[in-house]
């Protein structure tokens, strides 16, 4: 069956969006290519085969005599020139429109922008035998008709993303492995609420060192020892291969148990930073050691959901001792009785912050490398320090291949002497008197996801951001900033998307 849309609907996103209806042109084309007869599950197997990092794909089943998929891409997996070498080729190219309306930059300082990014992906894995891989995998990624200055975050010219060997240093029965992994590299754990690659983001996180883990049928360790790369060097303008930031060390252990409908994890993460790069609350620059320790619990029984997950972190922050903490709780449950079966969520966030600035303790909770937006809205107005949200969401299979899904949320900060810090975790705005609201914003956003074929998918949003009786303060507004650049126009946040991503 081939999908149609509506000309009224091409009319609007065409006459609201300039070039956006071309996004939309180009999913449609793609859903009415006819496509090969296979199995239902065929498709499943050939969507799931990629990951969220590129390292992790898994191309396997295209070994099996009974798979009759036949797929963009397909054809240059599995190839083997030698009998113990087998080498996968492939990538991805997405294309995105962005509308922010007071969101660009700073969040509501009143810059608005259209503009589209696109990337590219190419990558190669090679495995010798089943003890040695090399993977490599570029990336090219860029921004247009933007007004202002890229963020770091949407541009890295012809670059490295991953380079790494993997090796297997031991295998006991069918199950158990360990592995060794050197280079450049993606890293994700758990939740992702403190690591993660950040896939939204035009030029995903990567780190430079060493990673290795230990697997079983129900459990699994990692640990890591990493430089992270700082996308601050793609600013103004880059022609130069990225470099590890050699001040900062990242490294931790993970360990994760499935049994049956539970999941758990333990975690310890550090971070260190040797140069003087932050400021306490006297605006003195120092270097900072961060420790956190924390633990996961999710389980989903029938059509219930539970969810908790929290960490204490100590060290040190600037001249100051550092002590703070988060956590997360949520419940949900499937509506099977309800037509197209919805799934309810009700999260509740917290991250500390630090209400007394002259205590030689720093309270602010460090958000390591979180994946932000997708836990606490697409504004992008706050990052995981400082901050409560209680978030309802709400996901609605409407087809086997299209997704509604709705979230809404209510910010609050955790102390009005601490600041609002954005998802990179720099201070936007600060009242040290206190003296302005707690009361931050609410935010509403809507989205459709819609998987074309197995190897395409399209995406569109809308958010609102209510600016809260925060930012109606004067001091908010143009007053005494303590360590950030208050100056907002007190007006509210609106942020629409598009996005056409195809994998091969």
């Given amino acids: ?21 071309a996004i939309w042109m180009l999913a449609a084309a793609v859903a009415m290519w006819p496509a090969s007869p296979a199995r239902g599950d065929d498709a499943k197997l050939a969507r799931d085969a990629y990951a969220q990092s590129y390292l992790e794909n898994d191309f396997s089943y295209l070994d099996d005599d009974d798979y009759n998929g036949s797929y963009l891409g397909e054809s240059l997996k599995r190839l083997r020139p030698l009998d113990c070498l087998t080498i996968d080729v492939g990538g991805q190219y997405r294309t995105r429109f962005h ?39 570029m990336i090219d990624a860029t921004s247009e008709e933007n007004d202002f200055t890229s963020r770091p975050t949407e541009l890295n010219r012809m670059d490295v993303q991953n380079l790494v060997v993997d090796v297997r240093l031991l295998t006991l029965g069918s ?9 450049r590299q993606e890293l994700y754990l758990g939740s992702q609420r403190l690591v993660s690659s950040r896939p939204w983001r035009n030029t995903p996180l990567n780190h430079d060192g060493v990673r290795s883990w230990w697997s079983s049928k129900n459990h699994r360790l990692d640990a890591f020892w990493v430089h992270p790369l700082s996308p601050a ?68 029984h029938n059509d219930n959901h539970f969810e908790l997950e929290g960490g204490y972190q100590f060290g040190t922050f600037s001249t100051l001792r550092h002590s703070a903490g988060f956590f997360t709780a949520g419940i949900g449950r ?33 958000q390591l490398s979180p994946r932000g937006h997708f836990y606490l809205g697409w504004a992008d107005l706050t990052g995981r320090q400082n901050i409560q949200d209680l978030n309802l969401q709400m996901s609605i299979p409407v087809t086997e291949s299209v997704e509604f899904r709705s979230y809404f949320h209510s910010f609050w900060l ?3 002497k601490d600041a609002v810090y954005s998802l990179g975790g720099a201070p936007l705005y600060q009242d040290p008197t206190g003296s302005a609201s707690n009361q931050l914003a609410t935010e509403l956003d809507l989205q459709v996801r819609w998987s074309i074929t197995p190897r395409t998918h399209f995406l569109c949003g809308y958010t609102y951001l209510w600016a809260g009786d925060y930012f109606d303060s004067p001091v908010i507004q143009n007053g005494p900033a303590g360590i ?21």
């Fill in 334 to 366: 499937d509506l099977t009785r309800i037509p197209m079966k919805p799934t309810l969520w009700l999260f509740f966030d917290w991250a500390s912050g630090d209400s007394d600035l002259d205590d030689g303790t720093h309270g602010t909770f460090q």
């Fill in 1 to 21: 069956m081939r999908a149609t849309i509506p000309n009224t609907a091409v009319v609007l996103i065409n006459t609201r969006c300039g070039r956006l209806s």
């Fill in 484 to 504: 950030a650049n208050n100056g907002v126009n007190g007006g509210d946040g609106e942020f629409t998307y598009a996005q056409f991503t195809l994998r091969f």
């Fill in 175 to 183: 199950t158990d492995q360990w592995w060794l992994r050197a280079g």
């Fill in 233 to 300: 060097q793609h600013i103004p303008e880059d022609h130069n291969f990225d470099r590890p930031d050699r001040s900062r060390q990242f490294f931790g252990a993970f360990v994760q148990t499935k049994q049956d409908d539970r999941l758990s994890e333990v975690y310890y993460y550090g971070l260190v930073e040797d140069d003087p790069r932050v400021p306490d609350f006297a605006g003195n620059l120092g270097d900072f050691d961060i420790h956190t320790i924390g633990g996961r619990v999710k389980v989903n």
């Fill in 99 to 137: 509308n922010e309306n007071n969101l660009r930059g700073r969040r509501l300082s009143g810059r608005s922008d259209n503009f589209y990014l696109h990337r590219t992906r190419l990558f190669t894995d090679l495995h010798w035998g089943q003890d040695l891989r090399l993977f490599a995998e």
């Fill in 414 to 416: 955790e102390s009005r």
